[in-house]
């Protein structure tokens, strides 16, 4: 057994700090994987979030027919690390241009110098926190849908809820965030 | 906060899908009282005009898109001699631009550019090799393929036609168009096809995203089917490279419009019977919102499960997928059709089913033969004929005739026409009794099944079909009910004759006789209705649901001894059934009379057998409420009775009731409770007067059963609260039996 699937068998019996150990490792496995894909593959090589994470899946749990409750931990643990993984690319960035840090940073290659977005990211992030406090649900919904790069379809799988549903929290959501950072 | 927060999407929701004109009125209403909350809403309703793409992609695929501008794709750049004006999609399998050809004409373009990683040598080949067949190709729903190569970068590139269109499924709902509407567009979509293969030429990727709709100047849809061509280019890497990547690519894709042949990863195999199965996928999905394979689920499984499920699973029929989805599901499916979900499963069962499952045969020897047959077919459909998905049937063949006259209503005469509606009536009214919601259906379509013999027949012997239909007609124009009956007696008994060339099976032959017999019981003749009726379970000896027919019948009929013997034969053979409706009948027919020849304990077991096991079926309940009670009441347990009775009295099947108040004035009577005797006596009467009301005679359906029934027990009871003995007045002091 992987460690992994030692790991979603501890969450699933209720394990508290099983969650983070997942994050964790979920986190050291993207960051891993995509790092990988960019320095063998052809330039302008296309990285679907959703790919990523399906690879790291089947890199950490393998195909063994987990349960469904698994795959729903396993995509909310992949959503917060690719979430940390970009937001911390984009501060880092950030921080870099004004001259504070030259440290080697893992994602450069992933994304060359485009600072708008990375502002947007990070604004997004933010409003996203503000949300999560009002709207639990439709957050969480953000971070699979934006961070993860799941669909509609699979979303309400990971939340239980009916497609109809997902797709009204996500024009909500949308449209509440950016009234925020617009707004804000 | 909680509760606001689950307030605003609410409302949020709701506003945006009703007319902007009407949501001031709206959010008056909604948020009355509740500034703050109006003031967020309205905020919230401005961004979401602004909204565009935000969001819509992945944070990480952002990141990946400055990473192509960078190596030279963007809007701007030359790419040979197409100048890239702006984005306009992305899918699994590249990015597409608007362009401007430059050189030999000036025109706009759809440029796509296929993500890197792939052989752009052999993918310009197979595509070259096409070449000259795709130029060949000309048609209103195609969009043309120009041109292929490679960028500077190494991505290879295909030109094509610029469509400015939406996906189809995406236009549909957008458009909340009706079934109907989006056959018309499907059929479109298969003469593309069609026409494509006629050339030689094999899409291999047909889905939703490939098929734009645009509107013509007239405003009509014109859906366009793009990539041909581009599939075959590029499909021989992703079919064959079994890399894990490459097989969750293919999960995040397409792997829903897969067929079987291309899930057995035997590219060999392709042929025009492979898009034959993707146009399935596609009407599957059109109809019913959703793909026969649940994508997700087959993400779940891993590649070598999906290719699997793919090829050897049975999709569920459409029909019968909107009856297991979820409840806001199935709103969402109906709203986008503009239908209700019991008319759109309606619609949906039978040749849609049929046609549908036909496109999707695993064995593609078994799928439509060309494009073109599968559009016939749907057009056929969509005009009440024959479709050919359906398996070869004289019967169904003849519901369609049935389907179509009535329409027109030329050749179908009104008897035939009020035979088919008495027959579905008479059908469905006794499969409710009988078994309820469960058996309804079955029913139905036994009742269709017998309709389209009286058409057939009609067609056949159109001569004297149509001679006798219309001299019933005018016989019952000129109030010569009794000839116009025998007229239609007549026509009826074409259909039993021996030496017809398509001989009725015994099934439908009893269903027919039993149809005769209420038409004629409705007319007061009832020793030619008891014989029919008696007649059909020589025929349909299991047709349970007739028994207390046949028995009610022998006892209008004043003959005692036939009444005896056939209940003596049921109770013989179904003493000790556990089915709940024949336990039903059998007990019932035995309990219409008091001096019964047969065990009355066992009888009262049948009638346990029905509430007990029937329990759950809340339609039928009632009936076998009022079996109980009949039971309790020959049993002498009086008070049991009353409440059996009663409870089917209370319960909203109004065809219990009559039935039930005659048992509960003669267990009132014997409880010595003779006003109580009376009045329900009375409200029996006056649910079935002692000579058939004109709405019963007139009813195709069972009310003549339902006052049969009641009549029975209702005369019973008279002997007892109204005898004819010159003591009527003075039933305080007659003796409580007679």
């Not at chain 2, 689950?6 to 506003?15: K, L, V, W």
């Amino acid at each position: 057994m992987s460690d992994a699937t030692v790991i979603l068998a501890a969450i699933d019996a209720g394990d508290s700090k099983a969650a983070d150990a997942l994050l964790v490792l979920v986190y050291d496995e993207l960051r891993r994987l995509a790092a990988s894909k960019l320095a063998h593959e052809a330039p302008g090589q296309t990285l679907q979030p959703t790919a990523l994470v399906h690879e790291a899946w089947l890199r950490l749990v393998g195909d063994h027919s987990p349960s469904f409750k698994d795959r729903e931990h396993f995509f909310r643990a992949s959503a917060e690390a690719m979430r940390r993984i970009l937001i911390d690319r984009a501060r880092r960035k950030l921080t870099k241009r004004h001259g504070g840090d030259h440290q080697r940073v893992d994602f450069e290659g992933l994304d060359p110098a485009a600072p708008a977005l990375d502002d947007q990211l990070l604004a997004v992030n933010d409003a996203l926190d503000k949300f999560a406090v009002e709207h639990p649900v439709q957050a969480e919904m953000v971070k699979l849908r934006y961070f993860a790069g799941l669909t509609n379809e699979e979303v309400s799988e990971v939340l239980g809820i009916s497609v109809s549903t997902a797709k009204n929290y996500w024009t909500f959501s949308r449209a509440w965030l950016l009234n925020e950072i617009e707004s804000g | 906060m909680t509760t606001n927060s689950g307030r605003d999407i609410e409302i949020f929701t709701e506003a945006i899908q009703i007319p902007v004109e009407e949501r001031t009125a709206f959010l008056d209403q909604a948020c009355a009282g509740d500034g703050r909350l109006r003031q967020k809403i309205e905020a919230l309703l401005r961004s979401n005009e602004r909204t565009g793409g935000f969001l819509e992609q992945p944070a990480a695929t952002i990141g990946e898109m400055r990473g192509k501008a960078v190596t030279g794709e963007k809007p701007g750049e030359l790419v040979d001699r197409y100048k890239l004006l702006q984005q306009i999609g992305e899918g699994g399998c590249g990015v597409v631009f608007v362009a401007e050809q430059q050189t030999p004409v000036l025109r706009r373009v759809a440029l796509k550019l296929i993500k890197p990683g792939m052989d752009s040598k052999s993918v310009i080949a197979r595509f070259e090799a096409e070449r000259q067949a795709l130029a060949l190709m000309d048609h209103p729903n195609i969009a043309r393929v120009f041109d292929a190569g490679a960028t500077k970068s190494g991505r290879p590139y295909f030109v094509m036609e610029l469509v400015e269109g939406v996906k189809i499924t995406d236009y549909c709902d957008q458009h909340s168009l009706p079934i109907g509407a989006r056959l018309e567009l499907f059929i479109q979509v298969c003469d593309a096809i069609q026409h494509a293969h006629q050339k030689g030429i094999i899409h291999r990727d047909i889905k939703p995203s490939n098929i734009l709709v645009t509107t013509a100047p007239d405003g009509k849809p014109v859906p366009k089917v793009i990539d041909f061509g581009i599939a075959k280019a590029t499909a021989g890497q992703q079919l064959t490279d079994k890399t894990i990547f490459t097989a969750h690519e293919m999960l995040i894709g397409t792997p829903a419009y897969m067929s079987p042949e291309q899930a057995a990863l035997a590219s060999t195999e392709v042929d025009t019977r492979t898009d034959i199965y993707s146009l399935g996928v596609l009407l599957y999905e059109l109809l019913t919102g959703a793909t026969p394979f649940n994508a997700r689920e087959l993400l779940k499984s891993g590649f070598d499960e999906v290719r699997r499920v793919v090829r050897e699973q049975e999709p569920v029929r459409p029909s019968t997928r909107l009856s297991t989805i979820s409840r806001a599901d199935l709103t969402e499916v109906c709203q986008y059709r503009h239908s209700e979900p019991s008319a759109l499963i309606r619609q949906f069962r039978g040749d849609l089913d049929w046609i549908v499952m036909m496109a999707l045969e695993k064995d593609r020897t078994r799928r439509y033969k060309t494009a073109n047959g599968l559009a016939l077919d749907v057009q056929r459909f969509l005009a009440d004929e024959t479709v050919l998905a359906r398996p070869s049937s004289k019967l169904y063949k003849l519901q369609k005739l049935v389907l179509r006259n009535r329409l027109v209503s030329t050749t179908i005469g009104t008897v035939a026409v009020l035979l088919v509606a008495g027959v579905i009536l008479l059908s469905a009214a006794l499969a409710r009794e009988r078994e309820a919601h469960r058996q309804a259906d079955k029913d139905k379509q036994k009742a269709e099944q017998v309709m389209r013999f009286v058409v057939q027949m009609a067609d056949n012997n159109e001569n004297i079909m149509s001679t006798l239909r219309h001299l019933a007609d005018i016989a019952q124009a000129d109030g010569k009910v009794a000839e116009s009956e025998r007229m239609r007696s007549q026509a009826l008994s074409l259909f039993g004759k021996p030496d017809r060339s398509d001989p009725l099976n015994p099934d439908e032959l009893g269903s027919l006789l039993a149809l005769k017999a209420g038409i004629e019981a409705r007319h007061g003749q009832w020793e030619q209705a008891a014989a029919d009726a008696a007649q059909s379970l020589d025929y349909q000896p299991r047709g349970s649901f007739r028994y207390t027919m046949v028995a009610a019948l022998y006892l209008k009929i004043g003959n005692r001894s036939a009444y005896e013997q056939f209940c003596k034969k049921l109770f013989l053979e179904f003493h000790d059934t556990d089915n709940i409706f024949v336990a039903d009948q059998v007990a019932k027919a035995c309990l219409f009379l008091p001096a019964s020849q047969v065990d009355l304990n066992e009888i009262g077991r049948l009638a346990d057998t029905a509430v007990t096991l029937g329990v759950r079926d809340e339609g039928a309940m009632p009936f076998f409420s009022v079996c109980k009670g009949l039971s309790e009441y020959r049993l002498g347990h009086f008070a049991q009775a009353a409440e059996w009775v009663q409870k089917a009295i209370n319960s909203p099947r109004k065809d219990a009731h009559p039935h039930a108040y005659g048992i509960l004035a003669l267990a009132f009577w014997q409880l010595g409770k003779k006003d109580d005797a009376r009045a329900m006596f009375a409200a029996g009467e006056k649910l079935a007067p002692r000579v058939m009301p004109a709405s019963v005679a007139e009813d195709p359906g069972t009310a003549w059963l339902v006052w049969l029934f009641a009549r029975i027990q209702l005369d019973e009871a008279e002997a007892l609260v109204n005898p004819p003995s010159p003591a009527a007045d003075n039933s305080n002091s007659q003796p409580q039996a007679r």
